[in-house]
């Protein structure tokens, strides 16, 4: 208990201080005009930013402490005597779960308030970490890690997204959501790695357990749905059925790119302690990513030609796949390091190009069904391409042939994005200027 106790503490000097400062300057710069474009009171204003601020940490606690699993990995194989397969199957699983709750989420969400849903999922998060922390066989970490812990994770993360929505406009949606997950990754993977190495998993998850007690149940008292006002405005585009172009080249480019994306996620870390860096260095490495996952988000939406935008997700496309050529021969950190800095755009820039110039997908009364289809082929290739990163390192006793498959999968996600048809003008207009409630209501 003594180790816990100076863990806590050095988290409370470290970690809080940091994760209020990242969520006060997102905040300052959120910015809500309403779900109609008609004008609000002050107070509606001010409420939103703290909507901004609560759902931001919320995204941040939730996406962070997912994907510090690569701070765990080395510990989880070495304690168990695991593959590397089985140890990231761990992961695989947790992705799934997650996704799996996100609609009972969004019932409840919808049916009574966000606030309570998130406090319960909170509250299940925490007691996941805190089992997890206790496990003593391989089971056990399955079901407090990969089933407890993800639908704690799951919860909370689709509530912040759907109150986010009904607060702001699709571009500031996709701006915050972005935002919220970067953070995590740029503040969570670091506290993770260097918990890890400071004391060791059990504590690290007993202490990431109290985290999100402390983060998530206060939060989530603040959680609630906008004002509803009337509204003359019309509603959205016209709905685009699933056999439609569009909407197959944007599922496989969140197919293809996720699993690349946490085929990183799931083993950068393992990669790196394989080539001799530490582990507080190796998750240095994810507030890399995390950082310039921002960066390129806010990049891509200072461009208000369409065109222009899909030649920039292209690019950034071209350039992750670039980078997974290039993590083969990384040996050095200095090569790791720069390895993060041209694959990040992998996840913020291009999701954001995919998102914004395809607006008449994600509106209209069949809306949900895209939704939750492209939602299932993100997980889908997330789940597989963790997982055979673990199973080709087994294989073949090193990461080379995993990470090239990595690549090929970011050029088909590049593919994708060359292959979208550009919106009309009209509906291009929608995109940069007022709110659009059909975007994410649907959810």
């Known amino acids: 208990m003594r180790k816990v106790r100076l863990a806590i503490t050095d988290i409370l000097t470290i970690y809080f201080p940091t994760f209020a400062l990242s969520v006060i300057i997102s905040m300052m710069f959120s910015n809500s005009s309403g779900n109609n474009g008609s004008p609000l009171s002050a107070d509606f204003h001010l409420y939103s930013r703290i909507i901004a601020g609560c759902c931001i940490a919320l995204l941040a606690l939730s996406v962070g402490t997912g994907y510090s699993f690569g701070t765990l990995f080395t510990s989880l ?39 309570p849903v998130a406090l319960l999922a909170g509250i299940v998060a925490g007691l996941g970490l805190f089992l997890t922390s206790i496990a003593g066989s391989s089971w056990q970490i399955y079901l407090t890690y990969s089933l407890m812990l993800a639908l704690g994770i799951g919860g909370i993360f689709s509530v912040a997204i759907l109150t986010i929505a009904r607060w702001f406009s699709r571009k500031q949606t996709t701006l915050l959501v972005i935002t919220g997950a970067g953070l995590g990754i740029i503040i969570a993977a670091p506290v993770c790695g260097w918990l890890v190495s400071s004391y060791d998993w059990n504590d690290t998850c007993l202490v990431f357990g109290i985290i999100v007690w402390v983060i998530a149940i206060p939060l989530a008292l603040f959680l609630k749905n906008p004002p509803r006002e009337e509204s003359g405005v019309d509603s959205s585009p016209q709905s685009t059925n699933i056999s439609s172009r569009n909407f197959w080249m ?31 260095k190796a998750s ?35 350039v992750g796949a670039i980078s997974m050529f290039w993590i083969v021969e990384a040996d050095e950190l200095w090569r790791l390091c720069l390895f993060a800095v041209m694959f990040a755009p992998v996840w913020g820039g291009i999701s ?12 209209g009364p069949d809306a949900r069904i895209r939704i939750m289809i492209v939602v299932a082929g993100w997980v889908a290739g997330g789940a597989l391409g963790a997982y055979l990163g673990g199973y080709i390192f087994d294989s073949l006793g090193d990461y080379r042939f995993a990470f090239f498959l990595g690549a ?26 007022g709110h659009d409630d059909e975007t994410y209501s649907e959810l």
């Open 77 to 115: 194989q070495d304690e168990f005597g695991w593959n590397r397969a089985d140890t990231v199957g761990i992961f695989s699983i947790f992705l799934l779960v997650a996704v799996a709750v996100v609609p009972v989420a969004l019932h409840f969400s919808n049916r009574y308030s966000p606030g």
């Open 250 to 280: 944007v599922f496989l480019l969140w197919l293809f790119s996720s699993f690349s994306l946490h085929m990183i996620m799931a083993h950068l870390i393992p990669n790196s302690i394989d080539q001799g860096i530490s582990l507080c």
């Open 284 to 318: 240095f490495l994810f507030s890399i990513l995390g950082g310039l996952t921002i960066v390129s988000a806010l990049i891509a939406s200072s461009i208000p030609d369409m065109n222009d935008r899909k030649t920039l997700g292209i690019i950034f496309a071209l």
């Open 352 to 363: 954001f190009c995919a998102l914004s110039i395809t607006p008449e997908l994600w509106a």
């Open 408 to 433: 090929w999968a970011v050029i088909i996600a590049a593919a994708s994005i060359w292959n979208l048809r550009m919106p009309e003008p009209e509906t291009d207009e929608m995109l940069t200027g």
